[in-house]
């Protein structure tokens, strides 16, 4: 599995963008999907995720109401809509999959065997 991330950028404070995560291989339909992030000197932190089926999802408590995720599994990607940013939203993005599991997911970064090259997103004050 090959994993794509893209969207970030550079937006002020309240603003949206969506990032946007292309995966390769069939594995990516039998797998629970996630996005992370990650702050220069920090640990990578679990923001969302969702399970194979579509219908669970979970997220970090900062970004609850504000960030959605959701998959296309015809297309083979999965997407982070992100509204309402803010400055601590400020980090580098990454999609992850975890082909361990498919009704379920994970919140640790150890459980995912695949990751994009991460995307940037900086939100101004």
């Known amino acids: 599995v090959q994993l794509q991330a893209s969207g970030g950028g550079l937006v002020q404070a309240g603003g949206s963008l969506r990032l946007s995560c292309a995966a390769s291989?069939?594995?990516?339909?039998?797998?629970?999907m996630g996005w992370f992030r990650q702050v220069l000197g920090k640990e990578r932190e679990f923001v969302a995720a969702?399970?194979?089926?579509?219908?669970?999802?979970d997220y970090v408590d900062s970004v609850k109401g504000r960030f959605t995720i959701s998959r296309d599994n015809a297309k083979n990607t999965m997407y982070l809509q992100m509204n309402s940013l803010k400055p601590e939203d400020t980090a580098v993005y990454y999609c992850?999959?975890?082909?361990?599991?498919?009704?379920?997911?994970?919140?640790?970064?150890?459980?995912?065997?695949?990751w994009g090259q991460g995307t940037q997103v900086t939100v101004s004050s």
């Open positions: 291989g069939r594995t990516f339909r039998s797998a629970a």
């Open positions: 969702m399970a194979w089926s579509g219908g669970r999802t």
């Open positions: 992850a999959a975890d082909t361990g599991r498919i009704l379920t997911f994970a919140k640790s970064a150890y459980e995912y065997d695949y």
